[in-house]
């Protein structure tokens, strides 16, 4: 695994370089070093001298497509996923930038390793982490545990078919083979499995544990309303205090606005300080939307959203 | 005055707490998450963070707090005070960074100008226990910012982690109260060596390595830098590092009306939002994440010190493991150091 991350490296650097010395872009968002195991940062190059400082590895978690709201005018070379070049698409639908204004440096995914999933299996904090082969080697100030990478993986990422970005630019490694670990999302197979009450009861747990920061919605790029509904006091949707029902409201609504949209990156989730689960409300929307309009959130550069569109075929089937 | 509780005699001993007392100490949520909550068995008392999520400045400025109350009575708005608090409280295993940020936000809410009785009501009522770290993590820089793993200072009482037993100082008038209670032991010679071992080990770990000595200085001459163009780049503008920072203290206040009645609520704010400085003419001083990164470190390190002769960051790290985008406050300190390490930049400290 990690001789691939280090083939996938050297290829984004070359092409970073290349695409900075010929300004074909102002700037090249990727992945740099974290200062903490287990850890990347996003990495914002102009420089094409600088392109060192780009790196590849399974902890590349973050969706960089969110920075494309921010562009203006200037182009950039974005480092890519499978799931982020979805999104990328999908935003590319709701026209949030211009067609030539964004290079997609696309990466066929090894799927992210769930840092806090790694600290949680072992008994210390970990002070050195490495890839090697299929395996994640931490080390603490008195341990050192081997930990099997396949069973340390993200839950959005266990059920990716689509590691290989779909639209790229440019592919920096060999496609990927697309089959999923598990075929459904662990935690909707769970919440599947129990009672509306019950349901109900663990999404008020989980939502109970927010603490309004809105990372959720920071992180993820379909979010970029000018002012959330959340945050409009002139109509005031919601209270910005901490009943239940405010917090429930916010949860809810953030999802059924990623309806069609939702590149299933998991970002929210990885966002959140206090673990709230996440993902499976979004993957579960974006499974009714697979079954109801057999539509996949960035899979074509065409079709929008069924959503964002009406069609006299479109299923009615709830209107009784 | 040197005493020890032993730790099977820790249940007990909070338990008795709570006859008098309410008590308030770190509970885990789910795996990994924990916070400072009003605790009803002793049970649910998890000391095995080290730091939790949330910090224990809302023990004392709550997230989300209702002000009062008002109802309409004919055409006047009457407003109901809301009760005060009762009961003395004690807060039971907060670090020293936490303690620390208490007596931080105190100089701002507590002033010859103004007083927040709010906050000044429940720091009144309350008696804090701190918790000395043993094992500070490698996100921690107290010693940096002005404080140790070990300082007492904002204490009543404090308790350091022997294995068996936790030693015990009664450090205030408030601590000294606990002098006769049935569960302290005298402690022995060894523990009080025992105490200075495990003092000099957490403060080789922690280490002196952030320059935030003369920071206020520096950021003196920074204010149009073009540091904060880069600075702020990867930051996506959540409040994660405000809200769960312990010396933050921000507030937003507004009426939650239902017609004839509603109620007065404050609510943590956050300079990383865009809400926060705009004007109702709809002008925005801060309009970008440039900024509003900006504010969040001149207001620590700048405009604090100015205020009150101490910087508003006592290091605990909070901000660097919980940011989505993994923006780490001490790389930001040591870019403005001219001092900085070779390859600062690169990620490594």
Redesign the interface.
């Known amino acids: 695994m990690e001789e691939r991350s280090k083939a996938i490296q050297d290829r984004i650097r070359e092409k970073a370089k290349e695409l900075l010395s010929n300004k074909t872009v102002d700037l090249i968002i990727g992945f740099g070093e974290g200062s903490l195991p287990l850890r990347t940062t996003p990495r914002f190059i102009r420089n094409p001298e600088k392109v060192g400082r780009l790196i590849w590895n399974s902890f590349c978690e973050n969706n960089l497509s969110t920075y494309l709201h921010k562009l203006g005018q200037f182009k950039v070379g974005l480092v890519v996923k499978g799931c982020d070049a979805r999104s990328v698409i999908a935003l590319s639908l709701e026209k949030r930038f211009k067609p030539d204004q964004v290079f997609l440096i696309g990466v066929p995914c090894q799927r992210m390793v769930d840092r806090r999933k790694v600290s949680k299996a072992v008994p210390g904090e970990i002070l050195r982490a490495h890839e090697q082969g299929d395996q994640i080697i931490v080390e603490g100030e008195d341990f050192k545990t081997v930990l099997k990478r396949e069973d340390f993986l993200y839950p959005s990422c266990q059920v990716c078919i689509h590691r290989t970005p779909i639209k790229a630019d440019v592919l920096v490694g060999d496609p990927v083979e697309e089959s999923p670990l598990t075929e459904t999302h662990p935690e909707i197979m769970e919440f599947e499995k129990k009672s509306p009450e019950e349901r109900w009861k663990y999404f008020e747990k989980e939502s109970s544990r927010c603490i309004r920061c809105y990372a959720c919605r920071e992180v993820c790029p379909m979010c970029y309303c000018t002012e959330c509904f959340v945050d409009s006091s002139n109509p005031k949707w919601i209270e910005k205090g901490f009943s239940p029902s405010d917090l429930e409201f916010y949860h809810i609504v953030r999802a059924y606005h990623q309806t069609g949209r939702c590149s299933g990156c998991g970002a929210c989730e990885r966002a959140c300080p206090m673990e709230i689960r996440l993902t499976y409300l979004t993957q579960k929307l974006n499974l009714d939307v697979k079954e109801l309009f057999n539509f996949e959130t960035g899979i074509d550069t065409e079709i929008l959203p069924p959503l964002s569109t009406f069609d006299i075929e479109d299923k009615q089937d709830f209107i009784k | 005055m040197k005493l020890k509780l032993n730790k099977k005699d820790l249940k007990p001993f909070l338990q008795n707490l709570m006859e008098e007392y309410d008590l308030f100490a770190p509970v885990q ?5 924990s916070v400072f909550k009003k605790i009803d068995h002793p049970d649910e008392v998890d000391l095995s963070t080290s730091n939790t ?2 910090p224990a400045k809302e023990i004392f400025f709550p ?2 707090e209702v002000m009062f109350r008002y109802e309409k009575v004919g055409k006047q708005n009457q407003i109901i005070s809301m009760e005060e608090e009762k009961r003395e409280r004690i807060l039971f295993g907060a670090r020293p960074c936490d303690i620390e940020a208490i007596s931080i936000i105190e100089k701002v809410f507590v002033g010859e100008e103004c007083t927040d009785v709010y906050f000044l009501e429940k720091r009144k009522k309350t008696t804090i226990i701190g918790l000395g770290c043993n ?1 500070p ?3 921690c820089f107290c010693s940096s910012a002005g404080g140790d793993p070990f300082l007492r200072a904002g204490s009543d009482l404090f308790f350091i982690d022997l294995g068996e037993a936790y030693f015990v100082e009664l450090l205030t008038e408030k601590g000294m109260a606990f002098y006769k209670n049935k569960f302290f032991k005298e402690a022995e010679p060894k523990d009080l060596t025992l105490v200075k071992e495990l003092e000099e080990k957490a403060f080789e770990k922690v280490g002196y390595s952030i320059p935030v000595d003369g920071i206020e200085k520096r950021l003196n001459l920074m204010v149009e830098s073009s540091f904060w163009d ?1 600075v702020h ?2 930051c ?5 590092c405000t ?2 920072c312990p010396t933050c203290h921000c507030f ?1 206040i ?1 009426d ?1 009306d239902e017609h004839q009645r509603g109620q007065r ?1 404050r ?1 943590w704010d ?1 300079c990383l ?1 865009p ?1 926060y400085s705009l004007e109702t003419s709809g002008h925005n001083p801060r309009p970008t ?1 440039r900024e509003r990164t900006r504010q969040r470190l001149m207001h620590k390190f700048n405009y604090f010190p100015k205020n009150f002769n101490q910087v508003a960051c006592v290091g605990c790290g909070r901000c ?3 940011c ?5 406050i ?2 930001a300190i040591l870019w403005t150091s001219p001092k900085r390490p070779r390859g600062s930049e ?4």
């Open positions: 949520l789910v795996e990994g998450v999520q949330k997230q989300s094992h993590l490698s996100t880069r780049e990867i996506v503008g959540c409040r994660i809200y769960l937003d507004v939650e609520v609510n956050s939002s809400l994440c660097i493991l919980y989505p985008v993994h923006f780490d001490r790389q690169r990620g490594t400290i």
